[in-house]
C-alpha cells in the first residue's frame, strides 16, 4: 500500500512537472526529445540550453527526493550486456517512434493525441511481450 | 523575454520530474519489469504513477486551451501530427524490448544519474549510440 501511495504522489509530481512544462514554455516534458534536442542529435525546436536545464533538474530532483525520502532502493539491474542492447533499443526506439513514457505515456495520451495512445499502447504491449518471453525462456526477473 | 524566465520552466519541470520519477519507485529497473510482468509477478505501482501523472495533466491540458500563450514564451511549440505511420509504430515496439529487457527508459535513466551513476553509465552510453544512430541513418537523411 505504501508502493502505491508513493506512486500516486510521484506520479502527481511528474503531472505537474509537465503542466509547467505545458503552461510555462509551451511545450511537451518528452525527456527522450528533449535529451536528443540537449546532445544535438535532432529532437525540435527547444533552446539547447533549456534542454540542458530540464536534463539537469532530472537528476538533481531525484537526489533531493532521495534525501528526502530516504529509502530509493533496491536499484536492481539486469546484467551489462543485456543493458547495453536494452539501452540502444530504447534510444533507437524512441527517436523513430518520436517519444517515449514521458511525451507519449503522459503528455500525449492525456491529451488525447491518437499517434500517442496509439504508440503508448504498443511499447506496453512490447514490454509485456518481451517480459513474458524472458519469463517463459527462464529468465529471473 | 529574459533568458533567465526561459529557463525557469525547464529548470522547475525537470526537478519536479525527477523526484517524481524517484518518490514513484520508477528509478528502480526492477520495479519497473514487474510492471510489465502482467503474466507472472506483477507490480502494479507504475499504473498509480502514470494514474496520477495523467489526472494533473488532463487539468493541465484544459488550461492550456484557455491561455492565449505559455507564461514564460512567445508561442506554443506542441507536437501537431495526427497521422499514425511505420515508424511511429516500430520505434514504440523497439523501445518497449528495450523497456522489458533492462527496466529503465529515458527520464529515470537521466535522473538515476544521481542515485547509482556507475550502474546506470552504460545504459545511458548504450541509449545516446541508439539516438546517434537514428540521427545518422534517418533523421539527418530526410527532406
Known amino acids: 500500500m505504501a508502493d502505491q501511495l508513493g506512486g500516486l504522489v510521484g506520479g502527481v509530481l511528474i503531472g505537474l512537472a509537465g503542466a509547467i512544462m505545458l503552461l510555462g514554455a509551451g511545450r511537451i516534458a518528452g525527456v527522450s526529445g528533449i535529451a536528443a534536442r540537449g546532445l544535438g542529435l535532432g529532437g525540435g525546436t527547444m533552446s539547447r540550453s533549456s534542454a540542458w536545464m530540464f536534463l539537469v533538474g532530472l537528476p538533481v530532483g531525484a537526489l533531493v527526493a532521495a534525501l528526502l525520502g530516504g529509502k530509493v532502493g533496491p536499484l536492481d539491474y539486469v546484467p551489462l550486456p543485456a543493458v547495453i542492447v536494452a539501452g540502444l533499443l530504447v534510444g533507437f526506439g524512441t527517436r523513430l517512434g518520436s517519444g517515449c513514457t514521458s511525451g507519449h505515456g503522459v503528455c500525449g495520451v492525456s491529451r488525447l493525441s491518437q499517434r500517442s495512445l496509439v504508440a503508448t499502447a504498443t511499447f506496453m504491449a512490447s514490454g509485456i511481450a518481451t517480459v513474458a518471453i524472458l519469463r517463459a525462456a527462464g529468465v529471473a526477473l | ?143
Open chain 2, 1 to 143: 523575454m529574459s533568458a533567465l524566465r526561459r529557463l525557469l520552466p525547464p529548470l522547475v519541470s525537470g526537478t519536479l520530474f525527477g523526484a517524481g520519477l524517484t518518490v514513484g519507485g520508477m528509478v528502480n529497473p526492477q520495479r519497473v519489469r514487474h510492471f510489465l510482468d502482467l503474466f507472472g509477478d506483477w507490480d502494479p505501482t507504475l499504473a498509480f504513477v502514470m494514474g496520477g501523472a495523467l489526472i494533473v495533466m488532463a487539468f493541465a491540458w484544459r488550461i492550456q486551451r484557455g491561455m492565449g500563450r505559455p507564461v514564460f514564451a512567445e508561442t506554443w511549440s506542441l507536437p501537431d501530427r495526427t497521422d499514425l505511420d511505420g515508424k511511429l509504430i516500430a520505434g514504440a515496439i523497439l523501445f518497449g524490448i528495450g523497456w522489458g529487457i533492462a527496466g529503465i527508459c529515458p527520464g529515470p535513466a537521466v535522473a538515476s544519474l544521481a542515485l547509482v551513476p556507475a550502474k546506470v553509465l552504460p545504459f545511458i552510453a548504450a541509449m545516446i549510440a541508439g539516438m546517434a544512430l537514428h540521427y545518422l541513418t534517418i533523421e539527418r537523411t530526410k527532406g
